[in-house]
């Protein structure tokens, strides 16, 4: 039986939800919803399928529904989604507040419906092949900064960038819980915060170090995690993996394998698999609240001291 899909908000990365919903066996794209009549029709034009400006109309169309609008919004259009009996895919972050958040788990739990989170970076090959590797993890440091260009100023950048190694790290130590943060940074350019770094320590000992940063002369991802005599170094740039160890003296490297992938094809496929099968998300709106409410603590720290 084919899963009928819809995908409301089709800019930079909505449109690639489209594409790929377009081109999965077994699922046909219903319809495409968004506030610009330009946008809507454009990409309903190039997959044949129904353009929308108000998500309301294509509720009794869809079985499923990706959600890619500012986070603002997420709340209200996912409760009414929910609540029409449908399966989302909810873009990152997963609401505003904590408190929204929990309306959504909670929802979702009553309805039976699946809330996944699209935080991408889970389902990127790299972190997959490392998410292997890692057994007792003592130390990980993420970078994740990049130049200004101006874009998701409305948000915190542990919102727009930091989330993302918040939900990995919590992810790679088990979902361990928080025993303390401590943060600094500086809104600097956009009157918020572009420049983060946090220190968090994990019940169990384990410590990680995250920087976030949009005012950065050039592009880096990096991700370090060191556990028994050995560092693993992922660099999400040149997607490599260094295994670096002692070696009579020395430092030994070996680089791992790491498949090639389309993180959103990925995330997307295993969505409709959950909602198939009816199991539950590999990042749920559980872990999705569980990162934004560490976000949201970092910023808050760092507004504080400012």
């Not at 929802?107 to 998410?131: D, T």
């Not at 990680?208 to 028994?228: E, P």
Request: charged content about 25%; some cysteine; aromatic content about 4%.
């Amino acid at each position: 039986m084919s899963i009928r899909a819809a995908v409301i908000g089709v800019g930079y990365l909505g449109r690639h939800h489209a594409r790929i919903y377009s081109s999965l066996e077994g699922v046909e794209l219903v319809g495409v919803v968004d506030a610009s009549k330009e946008a809507r029709d454009s990409i309903a034009g190039e997959y044949e399928t129904h353009a929308y400006a108000d998500y309301h109309d294509v509720l009794d169309k869809a079985d499923v529904l990706s959600i890619v609008t500012p986070t603002v919004t997420h709340c209200d259009i996912a409760l009414d989604c929910l609540r029409a009996g449908k399966d989302i895919l909810l873009e990152k972050p997963v609401t505003a507040t904590v408190e929204e958040a929990d309306r959504l788990i909670a929802e979702a739990e009553s309805s039976g419906r699946i809330l996944q989170i699209g935080h991408l970076e889970r389902y990127n090959p790299a972190v997959v092949a490392m998410g292997k590797m890692v057994s007792s993890p003592f130390l990980i440091e993420a970078e994740r900064v990049s130049p200004f260009l101006g874009r998701a100023t409305d948000v915190d950048t542990t919102l727009d960038l930091m989330i993302h190694d918040i939900d990995i790290v919590t992810s790679l130590l088990g979902g361990a819980d928080i025993a303390g943060i401590r943060a600094s940074g500086s809104l600097f350019v956009s009157g918020n915060v572009d420049i983060a770094k946090a220190w968090l320590e994990f019940e169990g000992g384990a410590v990680a170090i995250l920087t976030a940063s949009r005012v950065a002369n050039d592009k880096m991802r990096l991700l370090r995690v060191y556990q028994g005599s050995e560092c693993l170094e992922l660099d999400y740039q040149a997607m490599k993996i260094l295994r670096k160890y002692p070696e009579g003296g020395m430092m030994g490297v070996e680089e791992m394998p790491i498949g090639n992938k389309e993180p959103l094809r990925e995330e997307i496929g295993d969505f409709i698999a959950c909602v198939r099968e009816r199991r539950r998300p590999m990042v749920s709106a559980v872990e999705g609240r569980n990162a934004l409410d560490i976000a949201l603590r970092i910023s808050d720290m760092i507004r504080k001291a400012v």
